[in-house]
C-alpha cells in the first residue's frame, strides 16, 4: 500500500514545508471536502473557509492541492478502501493526535462481510437499508460494508443510506470525501454521538442527486402506517359482543305485531339502538 500512496506523499511533502504536516493534511482535506460539497449545493460559509485555506499558501503550493485531488481520486479506483485513514497512519499522525488510529481495512472487511449476510433477501422486502456509525472516523468500516454491497451485485446509491457521525472534523470529512468518491448517499455529522450534540451536518452529492430526504420520509410514514395496522383491532380475533334479545311472543293480529315490535327495540341494549351512528375509518378502525 506504501507504494500506492508514493505519489501522494511526494508531491504532499512538498507543499509548503515550512508548515506542519497535519496543518498542510487538514487543509487539504477541507478545501476537498467544501470543493466538493459546494459542487451540489453551494454554502457561503463553507466558500469563506475555503477562501481562509488556501490563501494561507504562496501561489506554487496553492497549485500543488488540485494536482494532490487528482492523485487521490486515481488511487481510489478499483474498490471500496479507506486511503485516507492509512495515509494518517503512514504520515504518523496518530501518535501525534493523542493515539488516534484507524480500523484496518482488511479487518474492517472480514466484519463487514460477517455482518451482511443474506442482503439478496433482505432487499428484496424493502427498498433500500440504512446504516449507523456513531464513530465512524475516516469512513473504514463504511467503506467495507459498501464493498461487500457491490461484489454482492448492488449499487449503493440505490440500496443504502448512511449516517455516520464522528466528533473529530477532520476525521468526519475524511469519511464524507471518501463516501462522496463512491456516491454513497450519507450525512456525515461532527459532533458527539454520545451527548447527542452535533456542530455541523454534511449531506453528499448522492444525498441531494437520489432524493434521500424524500426517500426516508417515506419509508418513515410506512412505518409508521403499519405501526397503526398493528393497533388496528383484528375482525376474526375480536370477538363481537352478544346482543341479547328477549324471546318475542307470537302476535295475534297486525295491531299487536305493531306494539310488539317497538315494544321489543325499546328494550333492546343502548349499543344496539345506537348502532346506527358507528362511522367506519378504514385506517384505525371505528369511531364511536
Keep these: 500500500m ?12 512538498g507543499i509548503a514545508p515550512s508548515k506542519h504536516r497535519y496543518t498542510v493534511f487538514t487543509d487539504f482535506v477541507t478545501m476537498m471536502a467544501i470543493s466538493l460539497h459546494n459542487a451540489i449545493v453551494k454554502d457561503e460559509k463553507l466558500e469563506a473557509e475555503y477562501m481562509r485555506c488556501i490563501q494561507g499558501y504562496k501561489r506554487e503550493d496553492q497549485l500543488q492541492f488540485p494536482k ?8 481510489s479506483e478499483g474498490e471500496p478502501y479507506d486511503h485516507f485513514g492509512q495515509l494518517f ?3 504518523g499522525f496518530s ?9 484496518p481495512p482488511e479487518l474492517a472487511e472480514m466484519m463487514a462481510m460477517m455482518t451482511l449476510t443474506n442482503m439478496e433477501a433482505k432487499l428484496a422486502q424493502k427498498a433500500f437499508i440504512t446504516m449507523s456509525e456513531p464513530a465512524c472516523g475516516a469512513g473504514s468500516m463504511l467503506l467495507a460494508s459498501v464493498k461487500v454491497l457491490m461484489r454482492a451485485g448492488f449499487n449503493p446509491a440505490n440500496v443504502v443510506w448512511i449516517q455516520a457521525i464522528d466528533i473529530d472534523r477532520v476525521s468526519a470529512l475524511m469519511c464524507y470525501i471518501q463516501l462522496t468518491l ?3 448517499p450519507a450525512e ?3 459532533g458527539d454521538a454520545l451527548s447527542l450534540q452535533y456542530r455541523e451536518h454534511w449531506f453528499t452529492p448522492s444525498h441531494y442527486l437520489g ?8 419509508r418513515q410514514m410506512i412505518e409508521s402506517l403499519r405501526e397503526l395496522e398493528g393497533l388496528r383491532p383484528s375482525a376474526t380475533n375480536t370477538p363481537s359482543p352478544p346482543i341479547l334479545v328477549e324471546p318475542i311472543p307470537a302476535p295475534q293480529s297486525d295491531e299487536s305485531v305493531s306494539i310488539v315490535h317497538h315494544a321489543a327495540i325499546a328494550d333492546m341494549p343502548q349499543f344496539v339502538k345506537h348502532s346506527r351512528n358507528v362511522k367506519v375509518n378504514p385506517q384505525i378502525g371505528f369511531d364511536f
Excluded: P, S, Y
Excluded at 506504501?2 to 511533502?13: G, Y
Excluded at 501518535?95 to 480500523?103: A, I, P, Y
Design 2 to 13: 506504501a507504494t500506492i500512496h508514493k505519489d501522494f506523499l511526494d508531491v504532499f511533502n
Design 68 to 75: 494532490l485531488l487528482a492523485i487521490f481520486v486515481d488511487i
Design 89 to 91: 497512519m503512514e504520515l
Design 95 to 103: 501518535e501525534d493526535r493523542k493515539g488516534q488510529f484507524f480500523t
Design 182 to 184: 463512491w456516491h454513497v
Design 188 to 190: 456525515v455529522i461532527v
Design 211 to 218: 432524493g434521500w430526504k424524500q426517500k426516508l420520509a417515506m
